[in-house]
């Protein structure tokens, strides 16, 4: 690992920094360090951490915000969040067994990645839940976007950006996030189906029937499993797990998990866990429109690897041998059906090897050229990360 400078305050990041772009030397950014796996390593003599810029800056529950330093761990959050019966929006995964990590990730390297979990179908993503960022540019400067507020529209919107960066464009060292409170109860019921594409289909009944699905995953095992979750008001859950049950009587045998049972399963497709990736193996997470999910599914298995598809089948954890050969043979069932890859951990002579990302149009690279000028004019902030050369 470079050698690590893990400032105690934004003014320190922002000199060290300030530092590094005046010397034109490249640096990795991170929080905790939990998530170095994911896409290509940064070729950085140092790094640059946020982990000493944590805590919780404000929370009013009443007006569902909180603002957190970037170095914040999630764990944190959500426990704070918890004892005012609220919650995390977007349910961002818990990567550590992913990654082999024993740190849990900051909010910082959360939102850089725009990361989210089951949730992600009916809320949105961990981006639309930012509602105000402070962050250290290229050059040093700290700049501010977004507020405290919900209704806050003035200036240019630098939250979306940022999120999803990785960290390219700018150090995140304050988040502010809208939040909710969290459902009183949940139920899960779960169906039986004998092939992805059924899955698939009874997935999207449920989707598409009027009891409000919050979560739509298909599980690999035996049998394989169509899960599809409701949370609300306890009378409510009672009613409407009773109606899909109805609705859905016609694609296999049906089982039903209430309570901390139900939370536990969620927790659980959350994070990957039932991918039961190994450790030699790489995992991919593949975007596409859920009828497609299934051929992404076949791919990983003809290669000896399984799949585990949330979103309503749009969304693809594979996890299979760590050759480039598997890779291209993902990417190339992602595509098929004009989905996007993201080569979400492997090891490193595989992910400097190949493309970890879909390459962008042109017109769109452009623009990101731009805005890498604008931010990052020397080029030092988690140079490759993304893209080699970039």
């Keep these: 690992m470079s050698d690590l400078i893990a400032p105690a305050d934004e003014g320190g990041l922002a000199a060290a920094i300030a530092a590094a772009h005046a010397a ?15 896409l290509r390593p940064v070729q950085a003599a140092r790094t640059v951490s946020t982990r000493n810029l944590s805590g919780i800056t404000l929370y009013r529950p009443a007006e569902l915000v909180l603002s957190a330093r970037a ?39 959360i939102v850089a990645a725009n990361l989210s979990g089951p949730r992600r179908i009916t ?19 700290v700049l501010r976007s977004g507020g405290r507020v919900l209704k ?39 169906v039986a189906v004998p092939d992805a594409a059924a899955g698939v289909r009874a997935l ?25 979750r ?12 009773g109606r899909l049950r109805e609705a859905l009587a016609g694609f296999g045998d049906l089982a039903a998990i209430e309570g901390e049972a139900s939370r536990t399963f969620w927790r659980e497709v959350r994070d990957a866990a039932p991918l039961a990736a190994r450790p030699e193996e790489a995992v991919w997470r593949v975007s596409v429109r859920p009828s497609a999910g299934p051929g992404v ?22 996890a299979a041998p760590a050759t480039e050969a598997a890779h291209a043979a993902i990417v190339a069932a992602a595509g098929t059906s004009g989905g996007t890859c993201t080569l979400f951990r492997a090891p490193e002579a595989l992910r400097m090897a190949v ?33 080699a050369g970039a």
């Design 152 to 190: 806050n529209v003035t200036g240019l919107d630098l939250c979306k950006l940022l999120a999803g960066s990785y960290g390219t464009l700018g150090v995140m060292t304050e988040i502010t996030l809208k939040v909710l409170p969290a459902p009183e109860a949940t139920a899960t019921l779960l």
């Design 123 to 141: 809320w949105g993503a961990m981006r639309d839940h930012v509602l105000g960022i402070r962050f250290v540019n290229g050059t040093g400067e």
């Design 71 to 109: 170095g914040t761990p999630i764990p944190q959050i959500e426990a704070a969040l918890a004892e005012k019966g609220q919650h995390l929006i977007a349910e961002p995964p818990d990567t550590r067994a992913i990654f082999g990590s024993d740190q849990p990730a900051t909010l910082g390297g």
């Design 355 to 387: 493309a970890v990302l879909p390459e962008e149009p042109a017109p769109l690279a452009a623009i990101g050229r731009r805005v890498k000028a604008t931010l990052d004019p020397a080029g030092i902030l988690n140079p490759g990360r993304m893209r």
């Design 230 to 241: 409701i949370e609300d008001f306890a009378p409510s859950v009672t009613y409407r797990i």
């Design 204 to 228: 999207s009944a449920g989707l598409g029937s009027p009891f409000g699905v919050s979560g739509a995953a298909l599980v690999p095992g035996e049998p394989l499993l169509a899960a599809l």
């Design 297 to 318: 599914a076949a791919a990983a298995d003809a290669l000896g690897g399984r799949a585990l598809l949330d979103w309503g089948g749009g969304l693809v954890w594979a």
């Design 24 to 38: 034109r030397e490249p640096v990795a950014i991170e929080g905790n360090g939990s998530k170095r796996g994911l």
